[in-house]
């Protein structure tokens, strides 16, 4: 007995499923859900979990909707712009505990949703200029641990505007541009200590700003000086008002031989000044009293003109009587 046409045609569709699934065996996973790069765990809510896998380059295959990815603890010694900028929805990132040495603006050149950055213990030396400006939704950025981190540029986060929180402790920072963070209108906590922050008159502003708005800072108790020698140890935010006083107290030597040449310059200006004045005033005097003297000389001439006319007539007439008469 032959089993129903529909049936037949049933079991037909199933045996081709069963048989395609078997000649291919890595298709369906492909097909029903995107790849994860080996050594890390990939769950349905875009997390990738890389941590602690001694990896040593970014993992590749990366789904293109993550949403958070985790690479620390691993030997990753740079992050590849051309790969990270294709995770344009990725929210979290954490990179600490690696041997990053380098970073730049193209590194983060398409994340523009990215809101929390940790670049914490790695092997960075300096952040250049607009380094974070493509990174429009960061809200927070730890940078912490990075031994050899000198250098944070003034603009690096000039166009941060949602920046809340900024961990740059314990690196070998020596100053701030302090305009630059005062231009982050969210900016509400700041991690400065453990670096050997400049105490002379070029921190000052660092110090005073410190001590004027305690409250943003992290651990303010342990952000001190590190230079010079005479101020190691104290309390950036004791030494702000004191800087304050302190270099503007008296006038170096500079700031004399600057009023000099100033005074100088100014008094030679007026001197020239004084000099050129009184010439075009010479100048003037000598025009206005040449005008009047040929004014004068004119007038009199018309003057002469009308005294010598009646009398010439007069003389005419007086020979033409005497002829008449002799007649």
């Known amino acids: 007995m032959r089993p129903p046409a529909p049936l037949l045609l049933l079991l037909l569709l199933l045996l081709a499923a069963a048989g395609v699934s078997a000649a291919a065996p890595g298709l369906a996973p492909d097909l029903l859900a995107p790849g994860c790069p080996d050594r890390c765990v990939c769950d349905d809510q875009l997390v990738v979990q890389c941590a602690g896998q001694h ?64 670049l914490s213990f790695n092997a960075l030396t300096r952040v250049g200029d607009r380094t974070f400006g493509p990174l429009a ?7 912490t641990d990075n031994p050899g981190l000198w250098e944070l540029h003034g603009d690096a986060l000039a166009e941060n505007e949602a920046l809340q929180v900024l961990d740059v402790s314990r690196n070998n920072l020596t100053g701030l541009n302090v305009s630059a963070l005062r231009a982050l209108p969210a900016l ?14 070029a921190g000052q502003d660092l110090g005073l700003w410190v001590a004027l708005e305690t409250y943003k800072f992290q651990d303010e108790g342990q952000t001190v000086c590190g230079s010079p020698a005479d101020m190691q140890g104290l ?10 006083t302190l270099c503007h107290q008296t006038l170096g030597s500079w700031d004399y031989i600057f009023f000099v040449v100033i005074g100088f ?17 010479v100048l003037y005097e000598r025009y206005v009293k040449k005008k009047d003297e040929q004014l004068g000389a004119d007038n009199d001439e018309e003057s002469n003109e009308l005294v010598h006319r009646p009398r010439a007539r007069t003389d005419r007439d007086n020979r033409s009587l005497i002829t008449s008469h002799t007649v």
């Open 188 to 201: 509400r906590s700041l991690g400065l200590a453990g670096n050997p922050w400049s105490c002379g008159c």
């Open 235 to 244: 309390r950036l935010g004791e030494m702000g008002i004191q800087l304050r």
């Open 55 to 118: 990896l040593t380059r970014f993992p590749a295959d990366l789904p293109l909707a993550t949403r958070q990815l985790i690479l620390s603890n691993n030997r990753l010694a740079e992050l590849p712009p051309l790969q990270l900028n294709y995770l344009s929805d990725l929210v979290y990132l954490d990179c600490s505990n690696n041997s990053l040495q380098d970073i730049s603006e193209s590194t983060f050149g398409n994340l523009r949703k990215l809101a929390y950055l940790d």
């Open 137 to 143: 939704s960061l809200v927070m950025l730890r940078m």
């Open 265 to 281: 310059v100014i008094f030679a200006a007026g001197t020239v000044s004084a000099w050129m004045m009184g010439i075009v005033m």
